[in-house]
């Protein structure tokens, strides 16, 4: 009744677009902080200011990477290169930090004003996949993750959490590495082979097929069914709870 191969026995949920409606609050930040950087960047130098994608940009090089990636990625398709900066960096200096500490701040704004809401089919899946005796990992690369799933009311339905403050103290890889899947399985004790990933990222399907994962189900909240699927989804669908009713 879950749409799963047998030998699963496990499942792994990325969270924002997968689990929570926080993707949307994510690339509009993204859009925010990117524009105020280029549109000032453009003055300076007497050029034209080229907006942030919100839909192609921010799902090219930034969904599901961890926040710092995302500043690199989508500034070298620029052909932008700024320094590292620190941590500490206040938001908005023109460090890959401090960009990166700008676009935090605005979704934490966007979600103090706006709350966090749930898939209701993502939470009738995750529920039939523990009233099945499956244990089940929330994998996500935002240092946020605990908050959002507290926010969203669904903190108690994951055995593990791994996210970016995990990956930040094991020091994993992010997506599109599979290093955090990977720690997820490991944690549950199972074989990647023996688990599924549930990702809305094309980075994120790519880390479920570089780490031979027994199913990577990609969500297309946005139209990409066909970038799913060429990046590494096994199976694509609008919501979980299709997968209830694919069997």
Same mark, same amino acid.
């Given at each position: 009744?879950?749409?799963l191969p047998d030998?699963?026995?496990?499942?792994? +949920?990325?969270l924002d677009g997968v689990l929570t409606r926080t993707a949307k609050v994510h690339a509009a930040a993204w859009k925010e902080m990117f524009d105020d950087f280029l549109r000032q960047r453009a003055d300076r130098e007497g050029a034209a200011f080229v907006p942030f994608d919100a839909v192609?940009? /921010?799902?090219?090089y930034v969904d599901g990477r961890p926040r710092e990636d995302g500043v690199r990625t989508f500034l *070298?398709?620029?052909? =932008?290169e700024l320094p590292e900066g620190a941590p500490d960096d206040p938001p908005g200096r023109e460090t890959v930090n401090g960009l990166g500490s700008r676009k935090n701040d605005l979704v934490l704004r966007r979600i103090r004003e706006d709350g966090v809401e749930a898939y209701e089919g993502s939470v009738t899946y =995750?529920?039939?996949v523990r009233d099945a005796g499956m244990r089940t990992a929330v994998v996500s690369s935002s240092a946020n993750c605990r908050d959002v799933l507290a926010a969203a009311g669904i903190e108690n339905l994951f055995d593990e959490r791994v996210d970016g403050v995990v990956a930040h103290e094991q020091r994993l890889h992010g997506k599109p590495a599979p290093?955090? /899947?990977?720690?997820?399985?490991?944690?549950?004790?199972v074989a990647?082979?023996?688990a599924a990933v549930f990702e809305d990222a094309l980075a994120g399907v790519e880390a479920?097929? *570089?780490?031979? +994962?027994?199913?990577?189900?990609? =969500?297309?909240?946005?139209?990409? *069914?066909a970038e799913l699927r060429r990046h590494g989804a096994d199976v694509v669908v609008n919501d979980l709870a299709e997968l209830m009713e694919s069997r």
């Amino acid at each position: 009744m879950l749409g799963l191969p047998d030998h699963v026995r496990t499942c792994l +949920f990325d969270l924002d677009g997968v689990l929570t409606r926080t993707a949307k609050v994510h690339a509009a930040a993204w859009k925010e902080m990117f524009d105020d950087f280029l549109r000032q960047r453009a003055d300076r130098e007497g050029a034209a200011f080229v907006p942030f994608d919100a839909v192609r940009d /921010y799902d090219e090089y930034v969904d599901g990477r961890p926040r710092e990636d995302g500043v690199r990625t989508f500034l *070298a398709s620029r052909g =932008v290169e700024l320094p590292e900066g620190a941590p500490d960096d206040p938001p908005g200096r023109e460090t890959v930090n401090g960009l990166g500490s700008r676009k935090n701040d605005l979704v934490l704004r966007r979600i103090r004003e706006d709350g966090v809401e749930a898939y209701e089919g993502s939470v009738t899946y =995750v529920n039939a996949v523990r009233d099945a005796g499956m244990r089940t990992a929330v994998v996500s690369s935002s240092a946020n993750c605990r908050d959002v799933l507290a926010a969203a009311g669904i903190e108690n339905l994951f055995d593990e959490r791994v996210d970016g403050v995990v990956a930040h103290e094991q020091r994993l890889h992010g997506k599109p590495a599979p290093d955090t /899947y990977l720690a997820a399985a490991r944690a549950l004790g199972v074989a990647p082979g023996d688990a599924a990933v549930f990702e809305d990222a094309l980075a994120g399907v790519e880390a479920g097929r *570089a780490g031979r +994962f027994g199913l990577v189900v990609g =969500v297309d909240r946005t139209g990409q *069914a066909a970038e799913l699927r060429r990046h590494g989804a096994d199976v694509v669908v609008n919501d979980l709870a299709e997968l209830m009713e694919s069997r």
